[in-house]
């Protein structure tokens, strides 16, 4: 039986009176979820309104499959999707452009938890131009509370402030909160075990056997823990790892900046120091399945 996701009454409300939906997707395992669950939602309930997904591209800075995962799984449902990306350059550009510009002042560019300009700049800006061309618009969010602590204090719902105005309203909405991974993994059709025994045909080299007919973005069975960039500041060291492993050419474009610099990627983690193996560095970026 899949998960009830949750509808608060101002959510129920305005798209019963044919809000329009926009569905984040990252590629990642919550909004593949979030998204089968909406849409078969959308198909119980007969809600009047457009719905859509939509995509923040991250350019360079993401997995090589992301991008045609949040196609397929757009197609699987038959949601039109909408893929935003930056028009002064993705998020590798941003980062050098930053170091160039703040040369000389002794201040890192990297983004970071107190300065999420990848967030801001690539995605939510990004994405709240489409939103501005709807009168009632509703933006859906895979965010879980047992994420972390300050996920845990967001609320079901809540108005897009920033971009309400007279004309327009607009939401976000969280409806698979307070699911757990296990919920999650279901809805896409796996579990953590499966996922266990693909890691580990995975890491003993048979590739394929781990990839074939897996339904969520391949960089789990690769290894990792939650899917973001390839390389991403606020990862956890071994996601950092194994996205280093996976995606050499990045690795070493953020090698460079940080010999540049002068600045490590994290106050407590710089990649050049990370122990990868010497077939790694050298190679050419892992050719896995595209979809």
């Not at 002042?105 to 690539?122: E, G, I, L, N, V």
């Not at 618009?137 to 609320?155: H, T, V």
């Not at 920033?162 to 909160?177: D, E, K, M, S, V």
Request: charged letters at 25%; aromatic letters at 6%; hydrophobic letters at 35%.
């Amino acid at each position: 039986m899949q998960p009830a996701i949750a509808i608060p009454e101002p959510i129920q409300t305005a798209l019963d009176q044919g809000a329009t939906l926009a569905i984040s997707v990252s590629a990642g395992k919550d909004s593949q979820a979030m998204l089968y669950a909406l849409t078969q939602e959308r198909d119980r309930q007969g809600w009047p309104g457009e719905v859509f997904a939509i995509h923040a591209c991250l350019g360079r800075m993401e997995w090589p499959q992301t991008l045609a995962h949040c196609e397929k799984i757009c197609a699987e449902v038959n949601i039109p999707l909408i893929v935003v990306e930056r028009p002064q350059g993705d998020l590798l550009q941003e980062m050098q452009d930053r170091m160039k510009k703040l040369e000389g002042q002794h201040k890192p560019h990297w983004p970071s938890s107190t300065a999420r300009y990848c967030t801001a700049d690539q995605k939510r800006a990004q994405i709240d131009k489409v939103l501005r061309t709807h009168q009632v618009i509703i933006s859906a969010e895979g965010l879980r509370s047992n994420e972390s602590a300050a996920r845990a204090k967001r609320p079901e719902w809540e108005y897009r402030q920033h971009i309400c105005t007279r004309q327009r309203t607009a939401l976000t909405w969280r409806p698979i909160l307070h699911w757990s991974v296990d919920d999650v993994w279901q809805t896409i059709g796996t579990s953590t075990a499966e996922l266990q025994a693909r890691q580990q045909r995975y890491q003993q080299g048979e590739t394929q056997k781990a990839l074939d007919g897996w339904p969520a973005h391949p960089a789990y069975v690769m290894g990792n823990q939650r899917l973001s960039c390839a390389i991403c500041v606020l990862a956890s060291r071994s996601d950092i790892i194994n996205g280093a492993r996976h995606n050499p050419e990045l690795y070493r474009a953020l090698v460079e900046m940080e010999e540049q610099s002068g600045f490590s990627f994290r106050q407590d983690l710089r990649l050049a120091d990370l122990e990868l193996d010497q077939e790694t560095q050298s190679s050419n970026p892992c050719q896995l399945p595209l979809f």
